[in-house]
């Protein structure tokens, strides 16, 4: 299994544009889940999805969206990249929706992106 | 409000010694807790949870222990290693309708020196 998969590595973006991280799974994983890492503030939940077909918001949802048609893929869209949205940005995945004791998330690599 | 913080933002070690990274939660209802060890341009990585109904579990080097009278969570790692360097983040695991929610401390940074 590859685990989870992020692309682009890095990526520098200019205020206004838009663009789309990818974030995909092999492990037949349920639930999918997007954050972003800012320093001295450890890592927030952007969207999370418990299945195909549907996603929600978590703590800091304005300004990205995300759709989830496949079990295994999860891509987060920036409408309009603004400064602020300069952080390194996690996708994790867990078997199972329900917070089953011992399933845990298993993170990606980060996607580094600068919006200048 | 929900928070989950560390107290050190640093800690060194010497190698061969034992480490001791804290951790403090503001939510009663928190029941699961995890710590995962973050290296240099890598996503965070699993190390070891625990849920409330416990007050201590160990694994291989590293043991994890909960005070839930005081909200506090701490991870040992014994006999630290150079491999141990990294960022340790805490997190607790909040109920949203059934699907986990993890809640980030702000992250520990360790370094172990020869």
């Known amino acids: 299994n590859a685990g989870v998969t992020q692309t682009p590595k890095f990526q520098v973006l200019k205020t206004g544009q838009s663009m789309t991280l990818q974030c995909a799974q092999d492990?037949?994983?349920?639930?999918m889940s997007w954050y972003r890492q800012d320093p001295g503030m450890g890592l927030r939940l952007i969207h999370y999805?418990?299945?195909?077909?549907?996603?929600d918001q978590g703590e800091v949802p304005n300004g990205y969206n995300v759709s989830r048609s496949t079990t295994e893929d999860f891509p987060l869209r920036l409408l309009s990249a603004a400064p602020s949205q300069t952080s390194v940005y996690f996708c994790?995945?867990?078997?199972?929706?329900?917070?089953?004791?011992?399933?845990?998330?298993?993170f990606g690599p980060g996607t580094r992106l600068t919006v200048l | 409000g929900e928070s989950v913080g560390l107290h050190l933002p640093t800690l060194s070690v010497q190698e061969g010694d034992n480490s001791i990274i804290n951790c403090a939660y503001s939510?009663?209802?928190?029941?699961?807790f995890i710590w995962y060890k973050q290296e240099s341009g890598k996503g965070p990585q699993f190390i070891i949870d625990?849920?409330?109904?416990?007050d201590k579990r160990q694994g291989q080097r590293v043991t994890v222990l909960l005070n839930k009278t005081v909200k506090h969570l701490s991870l040992q790692i014994a006999a630290t290693q150079p491999g141990d360097s990294a960022v340790y983040f805490c997190?607790?695991?909040?109920?949203?309708?059934?699907?986990?929610?993890?809640?980030f401390g702000q992250g520990t940074r360790l370094t172990i020196n020869p």
């Open positions: 492990m037949n994983h349920e639930y």
């Open positions: 625990i849920r409330s109904n416990m």
């Open positions: 999805s418990v299945g195909a077909g549907i996603t």
């Open positions: 939510n009663s209802a928190s029941d699961y």
């Open positions: 997190a607790e695991s909040l109920d949203i309708q059934g699907a986990q929610k993890l809640v």
């Open positions: 994790a995945s867990s078997y199972s929706k329900w917070r089953a004791s011992t399933d845990t998330q298993y």
